[in-house]
């Protein structure tokens, strides 16, 4: 995720300016296809919450 560069715009909108193909890999795991640049906030804690379900070898 540190791969995964992203910076608050205003009023609850975040710009993802940086992916990899391995945060795209990481959030295929999830079962969610990669962030699009501009999410908002409640979008953003669902795939965290979606990664915390993920049982990590």
């Known amino acids: 995720m540190r791969?995964?560069?992203c910076s608050y715009a205003d009023d609850g909108w975040w710009l993802f300016d940086h992916r990899t193909d391995l945060t795209d890999e990481i959030f295929a795991l999830a079962d969610e296809e990669a962030p699009r640049k501009w999410?908002?906030?409640a979008d953003v804690r669902v795939l965290f919450k979606k990664g915390k379900k993920i049982h990590w070898r």
Request: zero cysteines; proline letters at 0%; a neutral charge.
């Open 3 to 5: 791969d995964l560069g």
């Open 39 to 41: 999410m908002r906030t």
